[in-house]
């Protein structure tokens, strides 16, 4: 039959059904990706004329001590939460996984915090840990943990410990869903063929589960990642950024920048920086999974 | 003998650890029905309502709520409608160009809506646009990756289902519709859910775009509220707690879906 009328009456059709969210595209993504790339060669600060500065803005920024801290920051957010919220969400799946019941009401807990926004679990915490008043230091000093009060929010090392563990109770449940799946999709068959082995529960954990989940490793990781780079809201509203500047992060550059002191060129810039690591990390991560899968 | 009281063990580890996640939600709650000054524990659980009356009278909660859910229920539709055009389009329609929009929308994957703002926030402004609830519309349904799951999902049908309703003469469109969309519905649900989860708690766009009190979702006007009561904690942690409720029990009502979904969708993401 007249497969080619139908495949031409298919072309218009197709691309009519593409039209739609190809406009909410090139609107909303592409066209302003290309126009902040355009405008980070530019010194403009939005009420003056706009310069053309060539790379300027990105030289300015290796020597900017603001920005340099701010990154490194980040870098160590990232490198901190990721291996911790991606360890815990894994533990979890797996203890849950062991038990028979009480399964559903474990899941629903861990979950629970993912759903509320950013601006709730950032106050709970801040009144969660103030010191005298707050419920966290009343528990570590019943638990004998600690003698005197803690001041979570005053202390830059303290401070990033307390973004760092309300952003792991937020956000672990997300990770702790993916493990469980991945630990569920494991057919009951490698267990068995272990078991012939005479394989310990160590054994099985580190030749059979472990492996089986190396995909969903791998996606959580890079997932994990690219949120933890893109930190901003826990660190606003927790510590407003402080003390003195010691929590602000990468995206933070980009608002300070870019809508309090109106420097657009320059706040295009480094949200392309931020977009440059993001690519990489993506990019590596397609590598890592290309090998892994031949 | 031993693999019982390593199970039991397991179970205790459990328990706690469940509990001790759901603290802090506890702890909102038991703030937001005691009065300011008084102590949680001292109080003997009577519930007071007197934080909630002075929340609700101070700052237009419900109305910033009624915002949210305006955003992110109309962000929903229009991204659930039109990702599930294009894919079912990339995924059963042959036409010219399909590769390469289809190549250039995963490239979009790769664009984080941070590096966006400040070229949003101009064009927002030229276009008169910025500070309205449209403005939180418009870029959320630009994101890319509804495209992907469902396309995936779509790949995965037989072919011979739609096979049927061509040679009776039904259109593509008219397959979209009342063959593929009735069939992906836990598809749709998911990416429905993702969508929503994240126009409910975008921060940061929000924050840059908009300015007028009437127009802020919760998720902005909350902390600019509770930025005025610095060393008190009954009525911040109420305006947390009316915040957190209604999403906490559509979050209970669905749980099942909601876990399901996010298991379905992150696991098929990038």
């Given at each position: 039959m007249g497969t080619k009328s139908l495949s031409h009456q298919g072309w218009i059709t197709g691309?009519?059904?593409?039209?739609?969210?190809?406009?909410?595209?090139?609107?909303f993504s592409l066209f302003p990706i290309l126009y902040g790339l355009r405008i980070s060669f530019y010194d403009w600060s939005l009420l003056g004329?706009?310069?053309?500065?060539?790379?300027?803005?990105?030289?300015?920024?290796?020597?900017?001590?603001?920005?340099?801290?701010?990154?490194?920051?980040?870098?160590?957010?990232?490198?901190?939460?990721?291996?911790?919220?991606?360890?815990?969400?894994?533990?979890?799946?797996?203890?849950?996984?062991?038990?028979?019941?009480?399964?559903?009401?474990?899941?629903?807990?861990?979950?629970?915090?993912?759903?509320?926004?950013?601006?709730?679990?950032?106050?709970?915490?801040?009144?969660?840990?103030?010191?005298?008043?707050?419920?966290?230091?009343q528990i570590l000093r019943g638990l004998g943990l600690?003698?005197?009060?803690?001041?979570?929010?005053?202390?830059?090392?303290?401070?990033?410990?307390?973004?760092?563990?309300?952003?792991?109770?937020?956000?672990?449940?997300?990770?702790f869903i993916l493990f469980l799946a991945g630990l569920q999709d494991i057919p009951a068959s490698f267990y068995e063929a272990g078991q012939i082995e005479g394989a310990n529960r160590w054994q099985t954990f580190w030749y059979i589960t472990l492996p089986s989940l190396s995909r969903i490793?791998?996606?959580?990781?890079?997932?994990?990642?690219?949120?933890?780079?893109?930190?901003?809201?826990?660190?606003?509203?927790?510590?407003?950024?402080?003390?003195?500047?010691?929590?602000?992060?990468?995206?933070?550059?980009?608002?300070?920048?870019?809508?309090?002191?109106?420097?657009?060129?320059?706040?295009?810039?480094?949200?392309?920086?931020?977009?440059?690591?993001?690519?990489v990390i993506s990019l590596i991560q397609t590598f890592v999974l290309r090998r892994l899968e031949s | 003998m031993m693999d019982r009281i390593y199970y039991y063990f397991i179970r205790i580890v459990a328990v706690a650890?469940?509990?001790?996640?759901?603290?802090?939600?506890?702890?909102?709650?038991?703030l937001s029905f005691t009065p300011e000054g008084q102590s949680v524990f001292a109080n003997g659980f009577q519930l007071s309502f007197v934080n909630y009356q002075k929340v609700l009278s101070q700052a237009p909660i419900f109305g910033w709520m009624g915002n949210s859910l305006m955003v992110s229920v109309i962000t929903t539709v229009l991204v659930l409608i039109l990702s599930s055009m294009a894919a079912y389009a990339f995924s059963r329609i042959q036409f010219p160009g399909s590769k390469f929009m289809f190549l250039l929308f995963l490239s979009g994957l790769m664009i984080p809506a941070e590096a966006t703002l400040i070229p949003l926030y101009l064009f927002m402004r030229d276009w008169g646009l910025l500070g309205t609830r449209t403005s939180l519309i418009?870029?959320?349904?630009?994101?890319?990756?509804?495209?992907?799951?469902?396309?995936?999902?779509?790949?995965?049908?037989?072919?011979?289902?739609?096979?049927?309703?061509?040679?009776?003469?039904?259109?593509?469109?008219?397959?979209?519709?009342?063959?593929?969309?009735?069939?992906?519905?836990?598809?749709?649900?998911?990416?429905?859910?993702?969508?929503?989860?994240?126009?409910?708690?975008?921060?940061?766009?929000?924050?840059?775009?908009?300015?007028?009190?009437?127009?802020?979702?919760?998720?902005?006007?909350?902390?600019?509220?509770?930025?005025?009561?610095?060393?008190?904690?009954a009525l911040p942690m109420t305006a947390n707690a009316l915040a957190a409720v209604p999403v906490l029990i559509v979050f209970l009502i669905f749980q099942k879906q909601i876990i399901k979904g996010i298991a379905f969708t992150g696991g098929k993401e990038l």
């Open positions: 691309i009519l059904m593409i039209l739609p969210y190809t406009i909410f595209f090139a609107l004329d706009k310069v053309f500065v060539g790379f300027e803005n990105y030289t300015n920024l290796i020597q900017d001590e603001e920005f340099r801290s701010n990154l490194l920051h980040t870098i160590v957010f990232t490198l901190i939460s990721v291996p911790l919220v991606s360890g815990i969400g894994l533990l979890l799946a797996i203890l849950v996984h062991s038990i028979r019941r009480g399964q559903s009401f474990f899941r629903i807990s861990v979950f629970m915090p993912y759903v509320l926004s950013v601006s709730v679990i950032s106050s709970i915490w801040v009144i969660f840990l103030q010191p005298y008043t707050g419920l966290f230091n600690i003698h005197e009060e803690i001041f979570w929010l005053s202390e830059p090392t303290l401070a990033w410990a307390a973004i760092i563990m309300s952003t792991v109770w937020w956000t672990v449940g997300f990770v490793t791998i996606l959580v990781i890079v997932l994990q990642t690219i949120a933890s780079f893109k930190i901003f809201g826990q660190s606003k509203l927790i510590t407003g950024g402080g003390p003195a500047g010691a929590t602000k992060t990468v995206v933070f550059s980009i608002y300070e920048n870019g809508f309090q002191t109106f420097q657009m060129g320059y706040a295009s810039a480094i949200a392309f920086v931020l977009m440059l690591v993001i690519l | 650890l469940a509990i001790f996640f759901l603290i802090p939600v506890i702890w909102m709650l038991a418009l870029p959320a349904v630009a994101g890319p990756m509804g495209i992907f799951i469902l396309k995936q999902f779509f790949d995965g049908l037989p072919k011979d289902l739609e096979e049927a309703a061509r040679i009776d003469g039904a259109g593509f469109f008219k397959v979209w519709y009342s063959i593929f969309l009735p069939l992906s519905r836990p598809a749709l649900a998911a990416l429905g859910i993702f969508s929503f989860i994240g126009a409910w708690n975008d921060y940061v766009w929000p924050l840059i775009s908009i300015s007028d009190k009437a127009y802020m979702t919760i998720t902005l006007g909350l902390p600019m509220f509770q930025s005025s009561y610095v060393q008190q904690y």
